[in-house]
């Protein structure tokens, strides 16, 4: 493992006991010798909502997979509110509530139906089943569409019906697979009021997302992914923190970008590094006000023409991009 990289020992204080969600040295090696998740340490706390925020194909899908059953790991251990989930995985499921990345929702049922038998399914009694798809329906605003078939709901209604269906059973763990993609922003913000107001009541919250306000907004503690790795694991604040900077100026002009990086990190007063990503060049700063006037002389003077300059605080974007050297969007 390399130097700089995370090294997984910072699960918390936690022990595997008091953890919800445990993962030691967890991995899957696809055939083909594809390694989707390495050796993952993870420690999850009772109650908390935590992130995994990776680009497309980190290995969240397969992390979330292997801690609900669907995915057989390769090596290590998985443990969900004390069931170790490869031995004991019936067992597992009963703990867990799970909502995909893809819609699983049944074609065959109407909305309510989706419900209450998924209610049935889990060993509730008729009335238990019927009183409890009643209430998902209030709680996720779908009581006007009970009896509409799945396919008419919009994805936001889709959604919100499928974390229904996941809590139904109250488990104590709920699994979230990149639960806002393709949401409108409307749909988005309210998924994650739902899922902050769920927060409160009860279970702990898994989520895995390439959203980073996603992260941001919902997590109070959130891994960074890539490769299959954790990079880094705090709380968000933590994160961003972790960068060191507090004014981050993109910049881009014509010319050699390489060299103005250089030239701004050495000249502008509180530079602490610039990173080139793409074609434009993000200057981390610290303690410096006047910021924007000194990068535009300091680049002029330099003999470059600047084209476009924003100034923003630091975001889990720029911890992704100063951990990998790349951006995070699709
Ligand atoms: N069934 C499979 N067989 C072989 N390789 C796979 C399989 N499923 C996933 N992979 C590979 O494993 C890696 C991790 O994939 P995974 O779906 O876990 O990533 P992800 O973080 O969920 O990505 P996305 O954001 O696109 O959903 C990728 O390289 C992917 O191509
Ligand atoms: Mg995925």
Redesign the pocket.
Known sequence: MDEDTYSGSDTGALGPSEAVICCERLTKL???D?L?VDRLDLAVRPGEIFGLL?????????TAGMLTTRIIPTGGKAIVAGIDVVRHPALAKQVFGVVP?TNTLDRSLNVWENLYFHGRFFGMGAKEARAAADAGLVTFRLTDRAKAPVMALSGGMAQRLMVARAILHRPSVLFLD?PTAGLDPQSRIALWEILGKLHGEGPTIFV?T?NMEEADSLCDRLAIMDHGRILALDTPEGLKASVGADTIVSVTAAGDMAVLGRLLEERVDGALRAQQVGGTIQLHVKGATGVLPEVVTVAERGGFTITDLSIAEPSLETVFISLTGKDLRD
């Open positions: 696809y055939p083909g594809i989707a990776g680009p497309n194909g980190a290995g969240k899908t397969t990345q990149e895995s390439h």
